[in-house]
């Protein structure tokens, strides 16, 4: 008896060295409100989810570049947030017909950033869900890899010709625009082939 008791404690002991350790954080009355509010208004399910979610947002934009305030690196290239509204004003004065060009040369300078920083070899079709997922840590949209389409809900660069260039500059592929309006459907006419590029 006192043996199946021993077996039991040991074999609890072992069960809680291998579960997730607890930790405890003193959160400020305003940041406690705060989390509260986001709860109640239904735009997170719980505090354990927002911290798991706050922490994969961290790891995934690698905060732990930020040098001060306002300079952000994700290895050789410098991050900033931008409003929109400047993005598109840039663009609005940029004629139509280099749109393209424009955004595969984005693409491009995407594409080494990428490869340098994260190691991400972004022309391989086999990556690039992990390259579409870095799109989306990185506030472009939510992009969505099925069969030989591209689908980008809430795109950050709401034209069609740039956002294609610069996904053909990116992926090193050819694009056919399906829709011209959010959400785009984009159609790869030929992916290149991993082989070459590992």
Do not use: H
């Amino acid at each position: 008896m006192q043996e199946d008791k021993e077996k039991k404690l040991e074999e609890l002991m072992k069960k809680s060295d291998e579960s997730a350790k607890r930790t405890t954080i003193i959160l400020e009355k305003e940041e406690r409100e705060y989390i509260d509010s986001l709860i109640r208004e239904g735009k997170e399910p719980g505090i354990k989810p927002l911290i798991s979610k706050m922490l994969d947002v961290y790891r995934s934009m690698m905060i732990y570049d930020w040098r001060f305030p306002g300079e952000y690196y994700c290895g050789i290239s410098r991050i900033a947030f931008i409003n929109l509204e400047l993005v598109n004003i840039l663009i609005k004065y940029i004629p139509e017909e280099k749109w393209r060009g424009i955004g595969r040369e984005m693409g491009e300078a995407t594409k080494v950033s990428m490869e340098t920083s994260l190691g991400i070899q972004t022309t391989n079709p086999e990556r690039w869900q992990e390259v579409l997922k870095r799109l989306r840590i990185q506030g472009f949209g939510d992009f969505y890899l099925k069969d030989k389409y591209i689908l980008i809900k809430t795109p950050y660069i709401d034209y069609t010709d740039m956002l294609a260039g610069f996904l053909e500059g990116l992926l090193s592929t050819e694009l056919d625009i399906k829709t011209s309006s959010p959400p785009f459907v984009f159609e790869i006419k030929e992916k290149p082939s991993s082989a070459t590029n590992e």
